[in-house]
């Protein structure tokens, strides 16, 4: 066996020190020749040492640019958040035609990061092609159909997942939420199997969220049992404590009223084309988002780190977090102007040619809003505001991205009220400071009103009218969150007082928000 051929049988069984001993011999052996620089950098990659392994597979670019180099390098670029350098990655992949299936899904993986989900499906589709009985690969083919709006597709591949592993949790939960069931056509029967044999605790989690929405869009009350149980197991496994982010609104309001006179002064970056969609998640922010981005100058960029990304890397706080309070205090010293600048520079790689304005709907981007209104003073911002009671039934109910951050408060009933408590208090604060620069949208009023509140909308961006805008379900870009099935229908009511199915269980939520002198109806 050649040594390039004992690497790669060594990180195939996860052997790092193997794979790293035989990789340094085959440098040794010819520094000329790319592979051992190449398996050095993926033996270092998957021991955690992202940074160190981006120079070696630099250096077995440079000595032979291969199509399985640049996908593997792409994909750690995107994981050190340096996006524009892995677009230019993958493009050069594509572009030497690539053979191989695990690179094929490499490239599929980095397009999807990059929000460019219909780019990513023929490398899926190839990558499946080329091994079928992949059933990561066939998953990553079936989520980007999904995205893309081919749901029958993709209901197609989660099926043959299935038929192979029964227990497949990610292909139970996918299907789950990939259309509305009905009493005559669900998988609560098959789910119920699944979850008795479910091996792993993450696996049960996404079975319950599978089992607790088929059974809600049936009428089903034993729905709520099955989504406490999950999120009671999946709050103790994430050791959240409400207090964390507590800690972040306050600093937030700290820095703005006890050195609100003392910010660094300056006019910050001039561009307008950003428009800031924020709110609680499942609020409307997809649904704000599809119409914006049906009129003829926008796009969508998606759900985008690049203010929270701007503002952590310009205070070079220490910490891991994207943000904590040490990271929210340290952003006070830093001139508006070099946040503008970093964010749309990150920004940037998520638009598109040929439009003048981009939205950008991370929900959690209310967090800095004071940031946004000083570095991009010309930008638009549109905050969601929802019944607070369907606010927080949609999170509780919503499995997010379940090592998130950002939604560990969605994991407890009452962290839900205490977070929505948090956030409308942030709101009215903005709103106090800020007067009139954030739109404060209702959802229940753009369902009840279309054309009255999204000529509202597209007049507060400064925006022309297109008719377009009224047909947003006609709109054929991706969509890569949960609210994916509805945004593909015209506007409808159906999501309106849904918490009142689980009144009961909900009062503590009610009683607490009424203290906090919140209305509830």
């Known amino acids: ?9 060594a990180l195939k069984r996860g052997d790092l020190a193997a794979a790293a001993t035989a990789a340094k011999a085959l440098v040794m052996a010819d520094q000329d020749q790319p592979a051992g620089y190449y398996l050095l950098g993926i033996t270092a990659a998957e021991s955690g040492q992202i940074s160190k392994a981006v120079p070696l597979i630099a250096a077995a670019i440079q000595r032979r640019p291969e199509a399985e180099y640049l996908a593997q390098l792409a994909k750690l670029l995107i994981l050190l958040r340096r996006d524009g350098e892995a677009t230019e990655a993958v493009q050069k992949a594509m572009d030497l035609q690539p053979r191989d299936a695990r690179t094929f899904d490499t490239i599929g993986c980095v397009l999807t990061r990059l929000g460019d989900h219909e780019a990513s499906v023929e490398p899926f589709r190839s990558a499946v092609a080329a091994e079928p009985a992949n059933l990561d690969y066939r998953y990553n083919l079936a989520a980007a159909g999904s995205f893309t709006g081919r749901v029958q597709e993709a209901s197609t591949h989660y099926e043959a997942i299935l038929a192979a592993d029964p227990g497949n949790a990610r292909a139970h939960y996918a299907l789950a939420i990939a259309s509305r069931q009905t009493r005559d056509a669900n998988h609560i ?39 406490a149980t999950a999120n009671d197991a999946h709050k103790r496994s994430l050791q959240y404590d409400f207090a964390q982010d507590a800690a972040i609104f306050d600093a937030v309001e700290a820095l703005f009223i006890k050195r609100e006179g003392n910010l660094p002064a300056g006019s910050g970056n001039s561009d307008e084309s950003p428009i800031f969609i924020v709110g609680m998640p499942r609020t409307g922010t997809t649904l704000v988002d599809r119409i914006l981005s049906s009129h003829r100058d926008v796009v969508s960029a998606g759900e985008l780190q690049a203010m929270p990304l701007a503002v952590k890397r310009l205070t070079a706080t220490s910490s891991r977090n994207i943000i904590d309070p040490e990271t929210v205090m340290a952003s006070g010293d830093i001139d508006p102007a070099k946040i503008g600048d970093a964010y749309l ?21 209310f967090l800095y809003i004071g940031h946004i209104l000083r570095a991009l003073p010309d930008a638009r911002i549109i905050c969601l505001r929802r ?23 969605s994991y407890d009933l009452m962290d839900t009220a205490r977070y929505y408590a948090r956030f409308d208090r942030l709101m009215d604060f903005w709103d106090k400071r800020f007067p009139d620069e954030v739109l404060q949208l209702s959802y229940e009023d753009l369902v009840a009103g279309q054309e009255e509140q999204t000529r509202r909308l597209i007049a507060h961006c400064g925006l022309d009218w297109d008719e377009a805008c009224l047909s947003f379900h006609e709109n054929s870009a991706a969509v890569a969150t949960p609210s994916a099935a509805q945004v593909r229908r015209p506007i409808n009511a159906d999501a309106v007082g849904k918490w009142r199915a689980h009144e009961a269980a909900l009062r503590p939520a009610k009683a607490f928000l009424k203290e906090q002198g919140i209305p509830v109806e």
């Open 189 to 227: 029967a098959r789910l119920k199997i699944a979850l008795n044999a479910a091996p792993r605790p993450a696996d049960g989690l996404r079975i319950r969220y599978a089992l607790a929405k088929e059974l809600e869009d049936i009428g089903d009350p034993e729905s709520f049992s099955y989504l």
């Open 345 to 365: 520079a990150q920004a940037g790689h998520h638009r598109h040619e040929g439009t003048s304005r981009f939205t950008d709907k991370l929900p959690a981007n």
């Open 387 to 409: 019944n607070p009671m369907d606010t927080i039934w949609s999170n509780y109910k919503n499995l997010f991205a379940s090592t998130s951050a950002y939604y560990a408060y």
């Open 1 to 9: 066996m050649t040594l390039e051929a004992q690497a790669r049988a």
